[in-house]
């Protein structure tokens, strides 16, 4: 994967295994990505769900959703 310069990824977590859900190159449609994530998680993702993080281009977070805390 080649990086642009600039980048976004949300992950998600479910039953301790990170996966890639999305990548975005415009913050703000990776924010929208991410809320609709985080108000519909549960329809969303199946069972065993732990977190969903928006991250930049070096993986530094921009914002974390953790349904049980």
């Known amino acids: 994967m080649v990086l642009e310069s600039n ?3 949300i992950h998600v977590w479910v039953k301790g295994e990170e996966h890639l859900d999305s990548d ?3 913050l ?3 924010v929208k990505r991410f809320e609709y ?3 519909h998680w549960q329809e969303v993702f199946p069972d065993g769900l732990t977190a969903v993080e928006l991250v930049d281009q070096y993986f530094d ?3 974390q959703f953790d349904p049980i805390n």
Request: aromatic fraction near 20%; charge should be negative; charged fraction near 25%.
């Open 28 to 30: 703000e449609a990776a």
């Open 61 to 63: 977070q921009i914002d």
């Open 7 to 9: 980048q976004y990824f």
């Open 37 to 39: 994530l985080k108000d």
């Open 24 to 26: 975005f190159t415009a």
